[in-house]
């Protein structure tokens, strides 16, 4: 249920949006017209804008970086990537060099009939030559006369003219100048051209912002972007754009190479002298310690070495053989066997030694035979002992120069052996000196070879970037007559819509139906069109649309209190505020019932503000329901009249009391609206704005139904929520909603009965047409 009461209401809200924009119909044609126009004039006014490609692929150098050392260390400026080189394209000398090569400081235009001037870059009869530059502003504007082959006038400010020929030199604050013809100069004679000249700065300032360039995803390519009315201007502009880059690329790429050739040369000169200082080192150390080779002097000292211990062996060995001879002598006393001696080169002491050991061979064999104290063993014995003094003379002397050649021989082996413990020592400080030597000889090779290639790169004169496409026109040109026309049906209907709504949101007062429904839970019982009239009573004109909507509100009515069977029917009438027609529905309304022959009675309780003596032309003076209260009139003095109907009374207010409130509390009023109900179909009560006073409120028991009133595009906002706390707490009987002063146009109902022509109304006036066609705007 609650679904279908929102997809209900949503269908309202599109209904009641739709209806109101149709309205407004009027606005909206205005607009159209208003925008078509503007959008015809500036596609006449506006110059059509090219967009100008051109493409170039540069060479990351950044891939390829850390090659060599001097890249590692980055000592070469041309080691960078498309940022930087970007950075080149875009930088102020590039931008510079374009602007004067094309001379793009200097416009000239030719005015259109659409109150603009056209850029004659391309077509142009003239080209002003900047000979000598002066002190003052370059800035400027002067527009020219071709008069004929040889002379031209210049406008004076003043409107005065002043010939010149193409031959001379003007001089002015910026400095000597004259105009030189063109090719296209005779399609010129007797027109006017404007130049216009402006700083260079100003106009390198300008390129800057106007071209673009934008690196192309995961590629080294980069693409140049400009936009400018002149097509055969913008392709020139990025050609010669691409071409200065590249000899500026190039150029820096020199002059970066240059600086490091200088560093390379520089480094070459200190490598050279540090390597001859380690060569000198070198050369000096071998020969303060002799050394030639030092494998070859380390054989030498081990050889030596060796030989000399072998020698000392040698010697002790034979110091060891005389020991034992001179221990046999001393202690055998002749006795056992003599050591050998064998290897001495002594031949005396050889001969001692052989004839002391046959003498005692000889002795030994006499023993055998003869006994130890014979006399033939005396000379025998004398020769021994001789031959034994002979051999320790001998073994004496021999022992002595044995001992000296051995202390000879070890302090010489001494000498080798300190020799080879410094062997060592000095094959490290050597190594040390051939390492030093060795990587100064690597690095000095290493910079003139690295000399030597960036001589040839110098030589170079190959950009790092490639033209893969040159200048030229993408896509159409801007504007586009599609898009602007496009463009301009959007405004046109976005103006008036945001006008219409705008309007409404700033006024905050309540719209439409579908509003009220939604804002107050409540339904709309009847929506009464806007009466466009200001008569009071609009349904005594039988043929007008509002007067069927009374007559079916009087419908609605029967149906409300079809269950009440007490007599009098009593309904009230109030509203949030003053001004929303609750009076003007009380009064329409009384009049249908009368007029359906029921008896109806107006009983009027606003007595701060009464209206329906002025509505119904009654008497304003006379006896009311405040004359009744306080006793001062009868219920029959009170009772008017209608000329409209028999069965139609109205009491009015009467005088004006000072406390209202007070006087409707009162036991007087409650016997009034009983003796009314018992004498009347229906009493139709008239009460105060209840979000005003509370007076509504303090009747609203001795009712059976409230009908309250909101104004289309007058109630604000904020009220329905007062409507809905009243339902909620059940302050008012039976409360319904009448939609009062709907626009007739915009309610559904209403538009598609007058539409089929049900109810045919009378001719309006001129005025009263020419109102309601203002309404829609």
């Not at 950075?87 to 000239?108: A, F, G």
């Not at 066997?337 to 080169?345: E, H, L, Q, R, V």
Request: aromatic fraction near 8%; glycine fraction near 6%; hydrophobic fraction near 40%.
């Amino acid at each position: 249920m609650d679904a279908s009461n929102s997809n209900d209401a949503g269908s309202a809200k599109i209904s009641n949006f739709f209806n109101r924009l149709l309205f407004h119909w009027p606005l909206f044609l205005i607009f159209f017209v208003i925008c078509f126009c503007l959008a015809v004039f500036y596609l006449k006014y506006k110059r059509p804008v090219y967009q100008i490609f051109g493409k170039v692929m540069v060479k990351d150098q950044q891939k390829e970086a850390n090659k060599a050392a001097l890249e590692a260390i980055n000592l070469t400026e041309n080691q960078s990537g498309i940022d930087e080189q970007m950075s080149l394209m875009s930088s102020i000398p590039v931008t510079r060099q374009v602007v004067e090569d094309l001379q793009l400081w200097v416009t000239y235009l030719q005015k259109t009939p659409y109150y603009s001037y056209q850029d004659i870059y391309s077509s142009t009869p003239v080209q002003f030559k900047l000979i000598s530059r002066g002190k003052g502003s370059l800035n400027s504007l002067f527009d020219i006369v071709i008069e004929s082959d040889s002379t031209y006038l210049i406008k004076q400010p003043s409107g005065k003219l002043i010939r010149f020929a193409f031959q001379n030199n003007l001089t002015n604050s910026f400095g000597t100048w004259r105009l030189d013809k063109t090719a296209d100069f005779k399609q010129y004679i007797g027109k006017t051209v404007r130049i216009r000249l402006r700083e260079i700065d100003d106009v390198v300032g300008y390129y800057q912002g106007a071209i673009h360039e934008s690196p192309v995803a995961k590629s080294s390519v980069v693409v140049f972007r400009l936009d400018d009315e002149v097509p055969e201007r913008g392709r020139e502009i990025i050609d010669d754009l691409i071409r200065v880059y590249m000899a500026a690329s190039v150029e820096q790429k020199r002059r970066s190479t240059q600086n490091t050739i200088k560093f390379v040369e520089e480094r070459l000169g200190s490598i050279t002298s540090e390597l001859n200082n380690v060569e000198s080192k070198y050369q000096g150390y071998k020969s303060a310690r002799g050394i030639t080779e030092l494998a070859d002097q380390s054989s030498v000292y081990v050889g030596n070495a060796q030989t000399n211990e072998k020698q000392v062996n040698d010697l002790k060995i034979q110091l060891s053989v005389l020991d034992g001879i001179d221990r046999y002598l001393n202690s055998n006393d002749g006795k056992g066997t003599m050591p050998s001696i064998i290897g001495f080169s002594d031949a005396t002491l050889q001969s001692l030694t052989d004839r002391l050991t046959d003498l005692q061979m000889e002795k030994t064999k006499l023993l055998t035979t003869l006994p130890e104290n014979n006399p033939l063993f005396n000379p025998l014995n004398q020769q021994i002992n001789a031959t034994r003094v002979s051999l320790r003379e001998n073994l004496k002397t021999t022992k002595a120069s044995l001992v000296a050649t051995l202390q000879s021989l070890q302090n010489v082996g001494s000498g080798f052996k300190s020799n080879i413990r410094a062997l060592p020592g000095a094959e490290r400080d050597l190594s040390d000196i051939k390492r030093m030597q060795g990587i100064k000889e690597n690095l000095y090779i290493y910079l003139l070879q690295k000399k030597e290639e960036l001589s040839l790169d110098y030589a170079s004169t190959i950009s790092d970037a490639v033209v893969i496409e040159q200048a030229h026109v993408g896509g159409p040109p801007t504007p586009i007559p599609g898009s602007v026309y496009a463009t301009a049906l959007i405004l046109g209907l976005v103006f008036p819509v945001g006008m219409v709504y705008g309007r409404t949101a700033l006024k905050n007062k309540v719209s439409s139906k579908g509003s009220v429904v939604s804002a107050t839970g409540l339904p709309v019982l009847l929506e009464i069109v806007q009466s466009g009239t200001d008569e009071p009573i609009v349904v005594l004109n039988q043929k007008t649309f509002i007067g069927e909507q009374f007559r079916d509100l009087r419908t609605k009515l029967a149906y409300l209190h079809k269950n009440n069977n007490n007599p009098g029917k009593t309904t009230i009438f109030t509203s949030s505020m003053q001004g929303e027609g609750k009076s003007f529905v009380l009064s329409n309304l009384g009049t249908v019932l009368a007029i359906a022959g029921k008896k109806t009675v107006l009983l009027e309780l606003d007595l701060r503000k009464p209206t329906l003596a002025k509505r119904f032309n009654l008497n304003p003076s006379a006896a009311g329901v405040t004359d009744f209260i306080i006793g001062n009139a009868t219920q029959t003095q009170i009772i008017q009249r209608s000329s409209i109907s028999e069965d139609l009374d109205i009491i009015c207010g009467g005088a004006i009391p000072p406390n209202p409130s007070e006087l409707l509390e009162s036991t007087q009023l409650a016997e009034l609206i009983i003796n009314l109900k018992a004498k009347y179909d229906h009493i139709l009560i008239d009460t105060p704005p209840v979000h005003i006073l509370a007076d509504a409120m303090i009747i609203a028991h001795m009712c059976d139904l409230c009908l309250y009133v909101i104004r289309q595009d007058y109630t604000p906002n904020q009220e329905l929520e007062f409507i809905r706390e009243l339902k909620a707490e059940n302050k008012l009987p039976r409360m319904k909603l009448i939609f009062n002063a709907v626009k007739s146009e915009q309610s559904a109902n209403s538009y598609i009965y007058q539409k089929n022509s049900y109810i045919k109304e009378p001719a309006k006036s001129v005025k009263s047409r020419m109102k309601k066609f203002a309404s829609r705007f």
